[in-house]
């Protein structure tokens, strides 16, 4: 490929980047006070420093805060507490204090999402819980999925219950042709065991941890 060509390639992916229609809906505040006391907008860039790059984290306990290790180009690395041993999440240092209460997701719930869009503001989107995945070896900590409209900006953000409650950290996202756009994210025991188990530095996500195929109601049209 030529040089010319070469450059016209990449301002194409940096025009389509920057053109993508942000997920959710811009909302001015979180309305869970325990959720909103928690939540970590993150911001930096990406593609040489020529693009914005945004995501969420959550403080999980006094002092610590969760998001997404492929979010680590977001966070100052002298504040990184360690990376998941088998999954998309990396622990780090906050001065933050809040300890927001969980719960276990259920098939069926209802749910919402927050994140951030390429302008640092807040955005919110709302689904439905379609699937628990069971995970060998890890039967206490899975990871769910739910039908709605969350994707870029909300890698490491909170997931909620309708009773204000964290029941998970979103970590991917996949488009079903025809169908809602699936959301994948860690619940909340997962995440409390990676934490225990974490490394002091970045690991490979094993094969298993990958996003596992659809199944069930997450197979139907939302």
């Not at 999440?89 to 204090?97: D, E, G």
């Not at 919402?112 to 955005?123: C, I």
Request: charged fraction near 20%.
């Amino acid at each position: 490929m030529t040089r010319f060509l070469s450059s016209l390639a990449f301002f194409l992916l940096l025009l389509v980047w920057g053109c993508a229609a942000p997920s959710g809906v811009r909302v001015p505040a979180i309305a869970e006070p325990d959720i909103a006391a928690a939540y970590l907008p993150l911001q930096g860039r990406a593609l040489l420093g020529l693009v914005r790059a945004d995501g969420a984290a959550v403080v999980i306990a006094p002092g610590i805060a969760v998001t997404n290790a492929h979010n680590d180009n977001l966070v100052d690395p002298r504040t990184v507490l360690g990376f998941g041993t088998s999954s998309d999440l990396m622990f780090f240092r906050t001065s933050r204090k809040a300890l927001p209460p969980t719960a276990d997701p259920i098939i069926g719930q209802r749910v919402t999402a927050y994140g951030q869009d390429a302008n640092a503001k807040l955005r919110i989107a709302h689904g439905l819980v379609c699937n628990i995945a069971r995970v060998p070896g890890h039967a206490d900590s899975p990871y769910f999925i739910f039908a709605g409209n969350a994707g870029p900006g909300f890698s490491g953000g909170p997931v909620v219950d309708d009773d204000g409650r964290l029941i998970g950290i979103t970590f991917a996202f996949v488009d079903k042709p025809k169908k809602s756009r699936l959301i994948f994210a860690y619940d909340m025991r997962r995440v409390v065991a990676e934490f225990q188990l974490k490394r002091p530095r970045r690991s490979q996500v094993d094969d298993q941890f990958a996003p596992a195929p659809v199944y069930g109601d997450c197979d139907r049209k939302f």
